[in-house]
């Protein structure tokens, strides 16, 4: 998990059939912070839309298998709005300065026949790719 912490710049933001996430979610030149969470071994995500208003997630986990952090079914609060979203932050490999890139998904609850609910993908989704700040 220890790679993945501290802060990171956002490079960009590419937006794919949006859904319920802002266009303007993601600021690019931004913060993007990534601390230890409040629940063991979980992380929180903290970074400013285009707007600069505060926007966050918790409760990411680190996949030991996949080497990466995930977090499924989760609430991303985008300024005042809030997203069910599933979450993927990956390392990117040889790269010549410590890069990231953050995939996000909307998903959308539907109850089933007996009551219960069900997590399915969205329409929405894009790419944030971000490098180590500096100290990162």
């Known amino acids: ?5 501290g802060p990171w710049k956002i490079d960009d933001w590419k937006p794919e059939g949006l859904g319920r996430i802002p266009a303007n979610g993601f600021k690019k030149g931004g913060p993007l ?3 230890p969470g409040s629940v063991v071994n979980s992380v929180d995500l903290h970074w400013d839309n285009e707007d600069n208003q505060s926007c ?3 409760g990411l986990r ?3 298998g996949n080497n990466w952090l995930e977090g499924q079914n989760l609430e ?3 300024a005042g709005e809030k997203v ?3 979450f993927q932050v990956e390392l990117v490999p040889d790269e010549p300065k410590k890069t ?4 996000i998904n909307t998903v959308r609850e539907i109850s089933g026949p007996q009551g219960d609910t069900m997590a399915l993908p969205e329409v929405g989704s894009g790419v944030v790719t971000a490098t180590a700040d500096a100290g990162g």
């Open 1 to 5: 998990m220890d790679p993945f912490l």
């Open 33 to 35: 912070n990534i601390t």
């Open 56 to 58: 966050s997630v918790s």
């Open 62 to 64: 680190f996949d030991l």
């Open 76 to 78: 991303a609060r985008f």
């Open 84 to 86: 069910q979203c599933h």
């Open 100 to 103: 990231l890139t953050l995939s």
